[in-house]
């Protein structure tokens, strides 16, 4: 028999002005099952804990209610005093007789009356709970960061530094990412390279960190603190191991008309290549549809001029299968394709480029090596026109209906350091607000008005053609009301980003949401912005939302820091709310497991006494406690009902449906 | 017919006499010509009550759930529509596929012994078909009556004579196409008022005396332990004590098997109080066929059930009429 | 002999709201917090999630003398056990519609989903429903009369 | 009418919701009638969100813009400026007693890649 001890919280006047809660309190005493009964001011103070540890204590209570705010505020805190008392912590249950009554409610009888059916629901409850046990599950101290953008570096080294293994899978032949592509940063105007490779080398020389380039992952299985993952280590055609980086084999390749992908193509490459001089590894790749051997098996000069012997035209994709405790998935992002924006005229003019394409015009290391030249002719432009908002801030469905919040700042950058570097070259940006948040970012922007005199156009615009050889972009000034058209010698767009296409088939594998933008989603907007829904999965960087580097790089630490908090862990605490089977009553007819998004759900055959010495051997359901996540699904699709939930069973939910309908 | 019974006998001889099986499931003599049972055969002698008949209605996969888990082969013969069921129990991991051999058998829809006897014709002794009539010989004589107005609901409305799981067939006459109309009854509780629904229902389900034939014949209704038996779900119950527990059983029976009922039909073949259960089922079925695309349980072994699945575009319960969206 | 007065009462529903802990309970706290009333005769239980209601505990709270039930969950797409509402979203539109095949008047059960984030809404939504279940009348069809009528 | 009356109005005949403006100005920066236009498409839809009746039906440029739909085209908010114009349009001409278009002014067959609101506005204007 229970022994049931009720409390019922004033909350200062919060519910004590609207119930009246000694009443609430007295008819308690004498419902059945009911043993103690008190009311308190502030139940969750230090005091009113304290009355409930005594009262456990004192009256021998095995389960209680509270009335009292809602259980998202506070079970947590009564379940703790519980079990400080010595009784289970899940032999607690709250009614909610703040939010959803007190609160609501203006009549005192009403709500009073309210109040009583409520904590009676919760006593019908808890008198069916059972003392319930979290599981433990053994945590792998190695993790997994997707993606070795500079998110993803950040991610691994702080990971690493804290002492733990990390793997970074890249799907590129690289390290580095987009910033590695980028010239200079904002609002600083360091270097990129300058800041980026100290950071891909930390991470090549770090003896806890594996570095897995042009891989894919294939296959995510397991669960928090246990993750088995199939990662694809494509051919390359080089053995990584021998390349030395000599870059003799570019050098004669004799197929160098290969689109170079790390400069926007902008200019070319041979089939074997190695992306950018930084690359980590320094090793080279050669791209299968470009390379003569692979296609018609005729050349093999690489080989021959390869003075190691780490060419290997054999070689095929290999699959490796590890276990991580934590997964940073930080894919990063790519320009939106421009197709539907043809006003611009991207596709028909080739001076009409992407902001990310004029960042490799403009790098020291890029196809001009940094001598600003249009790509048409090669000349200087005298007159450069940057678009701004190009398919952000767009609900038509050309475009992405978000701010892509990098533009305004790299755009004033991009004139800045032209007017700094060509003084005599004219500068427009059309713009429809210029979003300058962040330290030292206004200031920025104004510097490239004030003191380099960009001129900023408040409007947008509506054509870009040809004419003569000129550019020729229409817009409005709407500050003066007029329609302008500038003769351009090159126009810039800043394209809207959109998260890396390759993070959908990833979400999928780790079953992490994802919103219609195809970001990431975050458990929380506000309190947990870099945990994923699912349970040791954490987002870095650009494929949660737009951001910027330092906002990525803090974002990355604060992942690593979750990873840290999480792998210092020997085992974990499991949900103890789980679902469990009935095996006498079980089907084995994988209806649930059918359900579940977890995968928690596998079949065991097992054998049953019969009675008279026979037995018999039968498919039944078995669930990891440790993967189910408490949902409930498989309960409803279970028909013999053999699969119930424990915290919230079927009988607990039918006595307090009871409970509530009784008049 | 006689001669699908004649080949139907030698076969499960052949299979019993070379040891290939070790029992098989098909139909004996029962105490009159029309009432056949469902019968294992263990040895040729055995098969001396062997019969195969038109009043062989019975769909027989249920009983490989038990059959299929005993030592050696089981030799069963299923009519298209048993088939389904077959599968339906296969994909349920309820039956072991490779302990079975299916018999697919010729059906040219059975007859329902009640409706022979409401056309006046009593103390049936044997019946032969021909086309659309039947001759029908009892211990006063011989009638010939229309095969149509004779025929059991579940095959006047068939849905299929086609077989979904075979090893070997025996079909030596051509078997008519199915109408199409298993829905035409559903639409038509459809189209009356509300009231007039529940007029309905309240009628038939009064006549429930809960003896659990539909349950117990049921292919779907297949669990180790039923809910209504089982007191931890919370609506056991033996008998139904109040017009709302007719309801409760017939509505969770009905939600339970949705989405895996094959429409076999055996629930209103058995019913002693001609409850037209089927149109439960087939309500669901037909919702679903309209709200989530064609589906036709035990159609297939795998895949699965459209309550099971789902689409992110599915309609929303509030408009949810008859099928549709309204 | 006593003389008996017939008082007329004004018909209160009672309704039984089911509502996913992460979304909809939190939308009704919502609600709650931001002072949003809602009549007193809608009560909720706390479920993980929308897929965890059994078509049999909507029935057994129409046996108890429920008037209404409402079920709410995150929107689709937006659950927290990623499509556990989706499973909710099937099983109940099957069930509603086959409520009204049997005669049962079918807007007495009700599908919402709300947000954590919509507490203006979950208030709209429990006056809504509040006046249709009213605007009903007393759950006679599907009930145990001896339980509604207090044995 | 009142002032609330005609922005109800034009609002609705114009089926396009001018909230949804961010005042890009894109609609005007593409305008091939710009020049001859006393308020730009841009001003069309914030003088209906400000509710300047007025201004928008003493306009002249409600008889330039040559229903090119080149600011529907191009709006990245999917709001309407064309679709403004022809509501002031239609506005302006319901208030001279007269809708502007009969029905025996057009032609059995017309061009289907033709805009229906450039077809009719065409006889609005050139009908009086």
């Known amino acids: ?663 | 017919m006689k001669d699908v019974e004649m080949k139907m006998l030698e076969r499960a001889k052949a299979l019993l006499g070379s040891g290939e099986v070790a029992r098989v499931i098909g139909w004996k003599k029962g105490e009159f010509y029309f009432d056949p049972v469902p019968a294992s055969f263990e040895s040729v002698e055995e098969l001396s009550d062997f019969v195969y008949n038109g009043f062989c209605g019975a769909n027989l996969s249920k009983y490989l759930i038990q059959m299929s888990k005993k030592e050696g082969k089981t030799a069963i013969f299923l009519k298209p529509c048993d088939s389904y069921s077959f599968n339906q129990l296969v994909k349920e991991h309820r039956i072991v596929r490779e302990n079975i051999h299916v018999i697919a058998i010729e059906c040219q829809g059975k007859l329902d012994i009640e409706k022979i006897k409401a056309q006046g014709v009593s103390a049936v002794t044997e019946v032969e078909e021909d086309g659309d009539t039947v001759k029908v010989s009892s211990l006063y004589g011989e009638t010939t009556l229309n095969k149509e107005d004779i025929l059991l609901v579940k095959c006047a409305t068939c849905k299929s004579k086609t077989h979904q799981a075979k090893d070997e067939e025996i079909v030596l006459h051509e078997m008519p196409e199915s109408k199409n109309n298993r829905f035409d009854e559903v639409e038509k509780l459809e189209a009356m008022t509300e009231t007039e629904r529940f007029a309905f229902w309240k009628l038939q389900l009064q006549k429930c005396i809960r003896c659990n034939a539909c349950r117990n014949v049921c292919p779907a209704c297949s669990c180790i332990k039923c809910v209504f038996d089982n007191p931890a779900s919370g609506i056991a119950a033996k008998a139904n004590d109040s017009e709302f527990e007719e309801k409760l059983f017939h509505i969770i029976r009905a939600f339970h098997v949705a989405g895996r009922c094959t429409d076999c039909g055996e629930c209103s073949r058995v019913c002693p109080q001609n409850i037209p259960l089927h149109l439960l089922n087939r309500k669901f079925i037909k919702d679903i066929d309209g709200l989530y695309g064609e589906y036709q349980a035990g159609e297939t072994a795998e895949g699965k059930t459209p309550l099971t699945s789902y689409t992110e575009g599915d309609k929303e319960p509030n408009d949810v009429v008859d099928g549709e969206a309204k | 002999m006593q003389e008996v007065t017939t008082e007329k009462k004004e018909f209160v529903p009672n309704i039984v709201a089911f509502c996913c802990n992460w979304c909809s309970y939190a939308g009704a706290d919502l609600a709650g917090s931001s002072r949003l009333s809602y009549p007193a005769n809608v009560k909720i239980i706390r479920v993980p999630c929308s897929c965890r209601v059994n078509p049999s505990f909507i029935l057994k709270a129409y046996q108890q003398g429920a008037d209404g039930v409402i079920l709410c969950g995150c929107h689709p797409g937006d659950c927290h056990y990623v499509t556990g509402n989706y499973y909710a979203r099937r099983r109940m539109s099957l069930l509603f519609s086959f409520l009204n095949y049997m005669g049962i008047e079918k807007e007495r059960t009700r599908v919402e989903w709300v947000s954590a984030a919509e507490g203006q809404r979950f208030s709209a939504v429990m006056n809504d429903f509040v006046k249709t279940v009213t605007a009903l009348g007393e759950n006679r069809k599907l009930t145990d009369l001896r339980v509604k009528e207090g044995e | 009418m009142t002032k609330e009356e005609y922005v109800e109005t034009i609002n609705r005949i114009s089926g396009t919701d001018v909230r949804k403006c961010m005042k890009c100005g894109k609609c005007s920066g593409r305008c091939p009638a710009f020049k001859d236009m006393d308020i730009k498409p841009h001003q069309f839809v914030s003088l209906l969100v400000k509710g300047d009746v007025d201004a928008l039906l003493e306009s002249k440029a409600i008889w330039h813009c040559l229903s090119c739909m080149a600011c529907v085209e191009r709006c990245p908010r999917g709001v309407a400026p064309a679709a403004v114009v022809e509501a002031v349009r239609d506005t302006v001409v319901r208030m001279q007693g007269n809708n502007g278009v009969k029905a025996e002014d057009i032609p059995p067959v017309v061009d289907e890649l033709i805009p229906q609101q450039l077809l009719v506005s065409a006889y609005r204007k050139y009908n009086k």
């Open chain 1, 1 to 663: 028999m229970q022994r049931i001890g009720v409390f019922i919280c004033w909350c200062g006047s919060n519910i004590a002005a609207t119930v009246d809660v000694e009443r609430v309190a007295e008819i308690m005493k004498s419902e059945p099952g009911v043993v103690y009964s008190a009311n308190y001011q502030y139940m969750c103070s230090e005091n009113g804990q304290q009355l409930i540890k005594q009262a456990i204590k004192e009256h021998n209570l095995t389960g209680i209610v509270v009335g009292a705010c809602s259980p998202r505020m506070h079970e947590a805190t009564f379940r703790k005093a519980a079990e400080a008392a010595g009784l289970n912590p899940y032999m607690v249950e709250i009614a909610n007789i703040r939010e959803h009554c007190s609160w609501i409610h203006k009549d005192m009888e009403e709500a009073t009356e309210k109040a009583v059916v409520l904590v009676r629901t919760a006593i019908a409850k808890v008198k069916l709970n059972a003392p319930l046990t979290a599981g433990e599950s053994p945590v792998v101290k190695r993790a997994l960061v997707i993606g070795g953008g500079i998110a993803g570096i950040q991610a691994a080294l702080d990971i690493a530094d804290a002492g733990f293994e990390v793997d970074i899978v890249e799907k590129n032949a690289t390290i580095g990412g987009r910033m590695a592509q980028l010239d200079k940063t904002f609002p600083t105007l360091d270097c990129s390279a300058c800041i980026l490779t100290p950071k891909m080398v930390d991470c090549a020389q770090h003896e806890k960190i594996d570095i897995l380039s042009y891989s894919e992952i294939e296959d995510v299985k397991g669960f928090v603190g246990n993750f088995s993952v199939t990662i694809r280590k494509k051919a390359r055609y080089v053995d990584e191991t021998k390349c030395t980086g000599c870059k003799i084999c570019m050098e004669k390749c004799p197929s160098k008309k290969g689109l170079n992908t790390f400069n926007m193509g902008l200019n070319t490459r041979p089939a074997i290549h190695i992306p950018f001089a930084q690359a980590i590894p320094n090793v080279a790749v050669i791209d299968p549809e470009q390379c003569i051997k692979l296609k018609t098996g005729k050349c093999g000069i690489c080989q021959k001029f390869c003075g190691v012997g780490a060419i290997d035209y054999e070689q095929k994709d290999t699959f490796i299968e590890r276990q991580y405790g934590a997964i940073v998935v930080a894919t990063g992002f790519k320009p939106i394709s421009l197709e539907s924006f043809n006003e611009y005229g991207y596709d028909d003019n080739k001076d009409v480029i992407t902001s990310l394409e004029l960042e490799r015009l403009m790098n020291a290391a890029g196809p001009t090596n940094g001598v600003l030249l249009r790509p048409s002719d090669g000349e200087h432009p005298k007159v450069i026109t940057f678009i701004q908002c190009v398919g952000s801030r767009d609900t038509s469905g050309c475009g992405k209906p978000y701010c892509s919040k990098v533009c305004c700042m790299y755009t004033a950058k991009h004139a800045m350091l032209i007017r700094e570097k060509y003084p005599d070259t004219e500068v427009h940006v059309f713009y429809i607000d210029v979003r300058t948040p962040g330290k030292n970012y206004d200031e920025f922007f104004r510097r490239a008005v004030e003191q380099y005199g960009v001129d900023y156009i408040k409007g947008m615009v509506g054509k870009v053609y040809n004419e003569n050889g000129k550019l020729m972009v229409q817009g409005s000034n709407l500050i003066d009301n007029e329609q302008v058209t500038i003769e351009s010698d090159l126009v810039v767009l800043a394209a809207a980003i959109e998260p890396e296409p390759s993070v959908r088939k990833i979400a999928t594998l780790l079953t992490a949401s994802i919103d219609t933008n195809n970001f990431l989603t975050e458990s929380h907007a506000k309190l947990r912005p870099v945990e994923s829904p699912t349970a040791g999965v954490y987002l870095a960087g650009m494929c949660q939302g737009p951001k910027d580097i330092p906002e990525t790089v803090s974002q990355a630490s604060a992942c690593a820091a979750k990873v840290i908090g999480l792998l210092v862990k020997d085992k974990l605490k499991t949900n103890p709310c789980v679902a469990t089977p009935d095996e006498m009553m079980c089907n084995g007819c994988s209806q649930c497991a059918n359900v579940c998004a977890y995968g928690a759900i596998t079949y065991i055959d097992k054998e049953f006494r019969l009675g008279g010495g026979k037995t018999e051997v039968r498919r039944v359901a078995s669930v990891n406690p440790a993967v189910c996540q408490g949902c409930g699904a498989c309960t409803v699709t279970c028909p013999s009902g053999a699969m119930d939930l424990k915290g919230f069973s079927s009988k607990q939910i039918m006595s307090e449906v009871e409970a509530i309908c009784k008049k």
